[in-house]
């Protein structure tokens, strides 16, 4: 598999989240991080680290998206902390079910 844009936004978090996501992608606003170009192998590394976290740290949360073309609308969501979500298809219309 090719290396996918990947989102990650994070809200009411420790500093340690965006020193390790700095490190490894760009902070274009408080809180969100892009990299253009992320191996399925660095984004679910990365997501161990913060799941790992956060499920030590329970505060905040936090929520990464990519292109993947098995997902309703083509959309892979992960979360942790609140709201967790996940799109669903419904006849086209695209709609965000909460977990």
């Known amino acids: 598999m090719t290396a996918q844009t990947t989102l990650i936004i994070t809200r009411d978090v420790e500093a340690r989240y965006r020193g390790f996501l700095t490190s490894i992608m760009l902070e274009v606003a408080p ?16 997501w161990a680290v913060v799941s790992d976290w956060w499920s030590t ?3 905040g949360s936090l929520v990464m ?7 309703a609308a083509n959309l892979r ?11 669903i298809d419904a006849d086209g219309v ?3 079910k909460r977990k």
């Open 31 to 46: 809180g969100v991080y892009v990299s253009p170009q992320m191996s399925a192998g660095v984004r679910g590394r990365t």
């Open 57 to 59: 740290l329970q505060r």
């Open 65 to 71: 998206m990519w292109r993947d073309k098995s997902a």
């Open 77 to 87: 969501i992960e979360t942790l902390g609140e709201p967790a979500m996940e799109i």
């Open 94 to 96: 695209l709609l965000l």
